[in-house]
């Protein structure tokens, strides 16, 4: 079964640096990539989603990129806030109302 | 945005009794999801639900999983009989579907069974 990877596992950053965290899937009957955040304590919220037939997609400060062929997508984070501080998740789904299956998750830790 | 809430947010009970996790999904979604995290591991998809009806199920989904969303209340995940291995948070998450598949998900409920 589909199968995704996320790195690095954790990673701190000064307030106002960039973040880059890569996800790798191995599925390619994969073709909907949604990304989310888990503040402390907090539920997962949806962050920015991106399909197969895509490469780029820009919401704001978060910038998604897609590689199908080499089954990679990466999430870059500018200028980082410490309200960015959370686990960031990657997840990979055959298709929308399916399954997602989710990422290791890379903690992210933003200092002032 | 749109909220999923769960009840109770947390349950304690003892290996081999039943136990029925509740989610309230957003008002209009039509697909339904539980996820299953044990601590310090990733989220695995345990099953979805729509019109009715499991539509997949993962190999966590045990023959001791039931799930039902009787008359538009709440979307539930029996566990008859519990195991020690269930202890988990179970999230519920639902997307709208006609187009717009995004999951919102809930708080979850942290599940110890002793």
């Known amino acids: 079964g589909e199968q995704v990877e996320q790195l690095p596992s954790s990673l701190i950053v000064q307030e106002g640096a960039s973040v880059l965290i890569n996800c790798s899937y191995t599925?390619?009957?994969?073709?909907?990539f949604p990304w989310y955040k888990q503040e402390p304590g907090k539920r997962l919220q949806f962050i920015i989603d991106?399909?197969?037939?895509?490469e780029r997609k820009q919401n704001q400060r978060l910038t998604l990129l897609f590689d199908k062929k080499t089954k990679h997508l990466s999430l870059h984070i500018t200028a980082t806030q410490p309200g960015d501080s959370a686990i960031y998740f990657c997840?990979?789904?055959?298709?929308?109302?399916?399954?997602?299956?989710f990422g290791t998750g890379t903690t992210v830790s933003v200092s002032p | 945005g749109p909220k999923v809430l769960q009840i109770p947010s947390h349950q304690i009970i003892d290996m081999g009794q039943m136990v029925t996790l509740n989610c309230d999904p957003v008002?209009?979604?039509?697909?339904f999801y539980w996820y299953k995290q044990i601590l310090g591991q990733q989220m695995e998809f345990l099953v979805n639900?729509?019109?009715?009806?499991?539509?997949?199920k993962s190999k966590l989904f045990k023959d001791q999983f039931s799930v039902e969303r009787p008359d538009g209340s709440y979307f539930t995940l029996k566990i008859q009989p519990t195991a020690l291995e269930d202890s988990a948070v179970y999230f519920c998450?639902?997307?709208?579907?006609?187009?717009?598949?995004?999951?919102?998900f809930g708080p979850g409920t942290r599940l110890t069974v002793l």
């Open positions: 997840s990979a789904s055959p298709q929308g109302g399916r399954a997602l299956i």
């Open positions: 599925d390619s009957a994969s073709v909907y």
């Open positions: 991106i399909r197969s037939n895509m």
């Open positions: 008002s209009n979604h039509l697909y």
């Open positions: 639900f729509y019109n009715g009806k499991v539509m997949e």
């Open positions: 998450a639902s997307s709208l579907g006609l187009g717009s598949y995004e999951q919102y």
